[in-house]
Every structure is written in structure tokens, then in C-alpha cells.
């Protein structure tokens, strides 16, 4: 089975960046959609990024449009969620995961991700 590593995570005052990095081993990313979901704190996940099988096309949710920005590298197998100026409310436990080939309304459609990595820790706070 494919399997997702996360790691970048940490605590960043407001107005920081993080970068988190999704790795993926046994399996090529290179035919899944890949998708960064979050989930706070006795809150529900919800979907913050998508980014298709070729890279050229993305979306994000409301929240993160125009902060966010993911990328992936599918010869070295790795998918980035480039974090700007980080917010309080971004505090969550973000995790990847991988849905086959190309998915349409990915931020709805978190049953459609079949692999997930563990998940990986920012904290925002001042």
C-alpha cells in the first residue's frame, strides 16, 4: 500500500511560515490526487488543499486562498503545503492523503482519500 509521512510542523508565532512536506514510500505519487486536511481541537477535519496528478491544478479552501500554496514533486515523490502568514485559527494537526487519479470536489470528498499519513502538528500562537 502507498504509504504518507508528514513532517514540518511546529509552533510559529502569527505572521510565520511553515512548510510541510508528504512523503510518500512503496508507491509513485505520481497517479493520486493528493489532498492537506486539518483538524483542530474539537473541531472536524476539513479540507485545506488539493493539488492534481500532474500538479496544474490546485484548490484551497476559503480560509487559506491567497496564504497557502501547494506543490508536489512527483519524481522525487513529494508533495509541499507552503504556509504564509500563519493565523491562530491554522492551529491544527495537518495530514496528507492520496485519492486515485483525479478528483473533482476533493475538499467535500475525504472518503474518496484511501491513504493517510499520521499527521503533523502546527500550533500558532503568540
Known amino acids: 500500500q502507498l504509504q504518507l509521512v508528514e513532517s514540518g510542523g511546529g509552533l510559529v508565532q502569527p505572521g510565520e511560515s511553515l512548510r510541510l512536506s508528504c512523503a510518500a514510500s512503496r508507491f509513485t505519487l505520481e497517479h493520486y490526487t493528493i489532498g492537506w486536511f486539518r483538524q483542530a481541537p474539537g473541531k472536524e477535519r476539513e479540507g485545506v488543499s488539493c493539488?492534481?496528478?500532474?500538479?496544474?491544478?490546485?484548490v484551497y479552501a476559503d480560509s487559506v486562498k491567497g496564504r497557502f500554496t501547494i506543490s508536489r514533486d512527483n519524481a522525487r515523490n513529494l508533495v509541499y503545503l507552503y504556509m504564509n502568514n500563519l493565523k491562530p485559527e491554522d492551529t491544527a494537526v495537518y495530514s496528507c492523503?492520496?485519492?486515485?487519479?483525479?478528483?473533482?470536489?476533493?475538499?467535500?470528498?475525504?472518503?474518496?482519500?484511501?491513504?493517510w499519513g499520521q499527521g503533523t502538528q502546527v500550533s500558532v500562537s503568540s
Open positions: 493539488v492534481s496528478t500532474s500538479g496544474r491544478s490546485t
Open positions: 492523503a492520496a485519492a486515485e487519479g483525479d478528483r473533482l470536489n476533493c475538499l467535500y470528498r475525504e472518503n474518496d482519500f484511501g491513504q
